[in-house]
């Protein structure tokens, strides 16, 4: 499971094919001030822009914070954190921060150079469509009006199979593995709600077809 910081803020954010990670969250981590880590990438901002990526945004404060408005934000690559956090007072609190900081980079690096990441990805994504359409024909075929929540509600419930949480994903954390899980979930899920329009009367058949899924085909195991 990816670390969170305090705010809930993913320690590594994607772009594309990107990976940054900001002054806030360093600061959340490290538990020191974020006008201090700013600061301290203001100081270091040529050194910083020599090693990685340095860029400074405006961004809305997150709830929870002091203070009101748009809050100035440092997006560093991994070399630009790194460099940074090695002027900021050394201690275990940051020691640990730095190590899960790298961790986390190249995880998601793993996660993004996956071969056929992309194909899976647009099959998933079709399959999404797929599933709203067949949802909606459905419905109406019982005389009933869809709505937004309708539709949200069958991608939570393919989710929660999936992760067993009912929330949504992130799909830049899923792995190829689980990007083409998921996109079978959605398959079945479709075949059941022409004989189960009740959600309640497909959980069960569900999670066996996902149990089944996961036996039939093992996860891969990383290379070392």
Known sequence: MKAKAKTNLA???VHGRKLTT???IIAEQCQVKHESTIKLARKFKS???EVGLLRFEIR???QGQHGGGDTEVAVMDDYAAMLLLTHMRSNEVVRKFKLELVREFKRMRR???EPGRNAELIAKRNTGAEMTDMLRFIRES???QTAAKHFISEHMFCNRALTG???AIDETELDVYDTRLMAEIRKHNMRLMTRHPKQA???ELMEVFVANYRAKHPRPALAA
Do not use: Q
């Open 11 to 13: 320690l590594v954010e």
């Open 22 to 24: 900001t002054s806030l």
């Open 47 to 49: 050194d910083l822009e």
């Open 60 to 62: 809305a404060r997150l």
């Open 111 to 113: 996660i993004l150079s």
């Open 142 to 144: 019982a005389g009933k």
């Open 165 to 167: 949480k009912w929330a």
């Open 201 to 203: 009367d497909r959980k």
